[in-house]
């Protein structure tokens, strides 16, 4: 998923941006598929990561859901780990919140 505004007022204009916009995998660039694009006007929406523990368990979440070879071997070496549950101490909980914070703010 990628999100993107268009912020031309003319709606000639916004509608060709909007026409022409294509995002594809590199290995697609001889042959792209159309961009499917899905109007988000009127839902409520936000790209802010969440805090503390849910910023792990969404990325955690993320990598489960859609395993990227490289993503997977990148969180890997950093120690996340798909697919493994973990009985996390609240030693664990408290040390990743506040890195979270500390990272991010």
């Not at 998923?1 to 268009?6: D, G, Q, V, W």
């Not at 780990?81 to 030693?91: E, T, V």
Request: glycine residues 4%.
């Amino acid at each position: 998923m990628f999100l993107t505004r268009i912020l031309e007022t003319d709606p000639e204009l916004k509608e060709k941006v909007q026409n022409g916009f294509q995002i594809y995998p590199y290995k697609d660039r001889e042959n792209p598929a159309t961009t499917k694009i899905i109007p988000v006007a009127g839902r409520e929406w936000s790209t802010n990561q969440p805090r503390g523990m849910a910023y792990w368990e969404r990325l955690s979440e993320a990598i489960n859901h859609e395993p990227v070879a490289e993503l997977v071997r990148i969180c890997e070496k950093a120690g996340v780990k798909p697919a493994k549950s973990r009985n996390s101490s609240a030693f664990h909980q408290r040390l990743t919140t506040l890195l979270s914070f500390t990272l991010y703010n």
